[in-house]
């Protein structure tokens, strides 16, 4: 188990390193002009964040962690990402209702980017604000110096390996151990069927709360076998993030907790109306 554990967070922490270096280096290269472009308009934020967020796979909900901590997303538009988000089980989806699972994948797309506006506003309302001390500085004074082997020194080397990835190797090895430990020692299938709709939908949204792909999986079993609606695969997809959450608790405790508490509240309430509505 440690051994999978340990592979699973290399390969995370090699994606996440990746994104950083691409997103680091462009920012400099193009005197912030991507900063600008991103932070200029919302939905511009909302719309790119929730497609990063519904791609299948955890590499589009890295690469926002990756533009939030570089301060060109907006604390809704990261939660566009993680309500769009269905991690490492869209494949798995696609494996076993495929049609149904791209419905899906549209569906939280489009609201990823209403509850992405819907979270600023209420951010706005109640004067919650991102850490401002967590979002990673530049290091240059001029952006006339970025030449190859400072950027290699003091950007990758210095500043992501020295200073961000030991942390993150942490924060998602010992997550990813817990998770599985607990995962090893309980049936979640065999607890979760027979359960009435509106508990199953709650209790999606709350075990949608563990960071990391994996709880996510009896949901879409269940579903596969007929046994939940679909309001409850629903529920599941909006409120879990896959491994997407995993590098931004590294960085920020606080606004990770405060995007997790908006994916919930929403996965209940959008997972409530559908079983209402449309009897899901």
């Not at 990756?66 to 570089?70: D, E, G, I, T, W």
């Not at 990261?78 to 269905?86: C, D, G, K, L, P």
């Given at each position: 188990m440690i051994s999978d554990v340990l592979m699973e967070t290399l390969k995370i922490?090699?994606?996440v390193f990746i994104l950083m270096v691409i997103i680091e280096?462009?920012?400099?290269?193009?005197?912030?002009?991507m900063s600008s472009w991103m932070i200029r308009g919302?939905?511009?934020?909302?719309?790119?964040s929730s497609f990063l967020g519904a791609t299948p796979g955890c590499v589009g909900a890295f690469a926002s962690v990756?533009?939030?901590?570089?301060g060109f997303m907006s604390l809704g538009a990261?939660?566009?990402?993680?309500?769009?988000?269905?991690g490492d089980e869209a494949f798995v989806m696609l494996a076993k209702f495929p049609e149904i699972a791209l419905g899906l994948f549209a569906l939280l797309f489009i609201l990823g980017i209403v509850t992405g506006f819907l979270t600023d506003a209420f951010a706005k309302k109640f004067g919650i604000k991102r850490c401002k001390k967590c979002v990673i500085e530049e290091h240059l004074d001029e952006y006339t110096k970025v030449r190859k082997h400072h950027f290699l020194r003091e950007h990758v080397v210095g500043h992501i390996i020295k200073q961000h990835l030991p942390r993150l190797f942490l924060w998602v090895f010992f997550t990813?151990?817990?998770i599985r430990l607990a995962l090893?020692?309980?049936?979640?299938?065999?607890?979760?069927?027979?359960l009435p709709v509106p508990v199953l939908i709650i209790s999606a949204a709350l075990i949608g709360i563990i960071p990391g792909s994996g709880p996510h999986?009896?949901?879409v079993f269940l579903f596969a076998e007929g046994l939940i609606p679909l309001s409850v695969i629903l529920t599941s997809s909006i409120a879990q993030d896959g491994h997407g959450l995993l590098p931004m608790l590294s960085y920020t405790v606080r606004d990770s907790l405060i995007v997790k508490v908006f994916n919930v509240i929403f996965a209940i309430v959008i997972g409530l109306l559908a079983a209402v509505l449309f009897g899901w």
């Open positions: 922490l090699a994606i280096y462009l920012e400099l290269r193009t005197r912030k002009k919302s939905w511009r934020q909302y719309v790119i990756s533009f939030y901590v570089h990261i939660t566009a990402t993680m309500i769009a988000t269905s990813l151990l817990a090893a020692y309980t049936d979640l299938g065999a607890i979760l069927s027979g999986l009896p949901f």
